[in-house]
């Protein structure tokens, strides 16, 4: 089964475009000793941590039991790059040293540093780790910004991690670690003084959840317009969209859908027959427009009218969702009936009108009904 993520349903590539790999591949790939990750995440159009991360069942958590036979069949990652346990520990004891350096030196990624160091690899080392890094100052975030405003901005009740990140300039990662005291510890006394009591960690709510839900029912909006409009993240909107947060929000999205998508079918099966008469008045049924024009024509406000929820907006005549009965399902062929009668799509796609005619200058005339049998083919 093809899949379009780095590693998890619904995640994107670097650059907001999917990447296709198949599941049958990466397991094929995985079997194969002598393969890195990084080798099989470029036959994928992964990254190295995106396999890493499908390997250890951070993602993609179906593909668990076909995985890790793989794995037990393949090398320890350590037998295949070498280094001192001493050596990394003295390392990441040296104040100064990033995880880039130690990476370089000892031949392994950042991203292992980064997970011995934290805890995530190497349990066995955790003791000693720790015993010297007692005295190695904290990681200071890049950039140039003042702690006393950064401080103050922690102890604002009202504002998010991103917001204090946009005004100082820094990542969000980097104002929550400041925050929780994995960085800057230097800081912690002061913030822990004007943070105290104080709940962190959650958005201010500064929309209205009722426009929220209509904004995202109607369908006709991407999550960065409707973030634009209720003032949230594409992202959060998304989220919010498909019950991933917010969740008390999905009856009310889910109804609300289904009231747009009866109003939609009704206002369709109420309002097409008339403007198909219009367009047809303008197109003339009598032969003398020419007959694709005319398919056309009837194509296009057949999709205009039932092209699903929101797109009916700009029907005349149109009504509130609340004042909308639902439409039964039989309501739909009778309309295709009506339209198979007044475009005679028959003669049209058997090509009887003439091809080469203009459009009539007189466009006067309404369609009559199709001659021929009652009811005429389905459209």
């Given amino acids: ?25 990466l397991l094929r790939l995985l079997a194969e000793p002598h393969l890195t990750y ?29 995985i890790r036979p793989l794995l037990e069949r393949r090398p320890d990652p350590r037998r295949r790059r070498p280094y001192d346990d001493q050596r990394l520990i003295d390392l990441l004891a040296e104040p100064g040293n990033t995880y880039g350096l130690i990476a370089r030196e000892l031949g392994l990624s950042r991203d292992t540093v980064g997970r011995i160091a934290d805890g995530r690899l190497r349990p066995e080392l955790q003791a000693r780790i720790r ?17 006393e405003r950064l401080i103050r901005l922690l102890g604002d009740r009202s504002k998010s991690y991103t917001e204090i990140g946009r005004e100082v300039g820094l990542s969000v990662s980097a104002v929550s670690g400041i925050a929780s005291g994995e960085l800057r510890r230097d800081l912690q006394e002061r913030i822990r003084r004007v943070t105290r009591g104080v709940p962190r960690g959650k958005r201010c709510k500064r929309y209205d ?71 047809f008045n303008l197109t003339s049924p009598e032969g003398r427009a020419p007959a694709k024009v005319q398919l056309e024509a009837g194509e296009t406000i057949l999709r205009y009218a039932l092209g699903g929820p929101g797109k009916a907006d700009g029907i005349a005549g ?51 009904e199709a001659p021929g049998k009652e009811g005429g083919g389905e459209a």
């Fill in 318 to 368: 149109q009504e509130p969702a609340a004042e909308v009965p639902g439409v039964a399902d039989e309501d739909v062929p009778e309309f295709y009936r009506y339209l198979s009668q007044r475009a005679r799509w028959r003669q049209l796609e058997a090509g009887t009108r003439d091809e080469g005619r203009g459009t009539r200058e007189d466009a006067t005339v309404g369609g009559g």
């Fill in 209 to 279: 959840d009722e426009r929220l839900v209509m904004l995202i029912a109607r369908g006709d909006m991407t999550y960065a317009q409707i973030g634009a409009e209720v003032g949230l993240t594409g992202r959060m909107v998304g989220l919010i969209a498909r019950g991933q947060s917010r969740a008390q929000l999905q009856p009310l999205i889910r109804a609300a859908s289904q009231a747009y998508m009866e109003q939609t079918r009704r206002l369709a099966a109420r309002m097409a027959p008339p403007v198909i008469t219009r367009i």
């Fill in 1 to 25: 089964m093809p899949s379009n993520d780095r590693g998890g349903p619904g995640k994107h590539a670097r650059g907001g475009k999917p990447r296709k790999y198949d599941d049958e591949e």
């Fill in 131 to 147: 015993a010297l890094n007692r005295g190695r100052p904290a990681p200071t975030p890049r950039g140039q910004y003042d702690d």
């Fill in 38 to 66: 990084s080798a099989i995440g470029k036959r994928l159009g992964l990254t190295r941590q995106g396999i890493g991360r499908i390997a250890r069942g951070d993602t993609r958590p179906e593909l668990q039991g076909r």
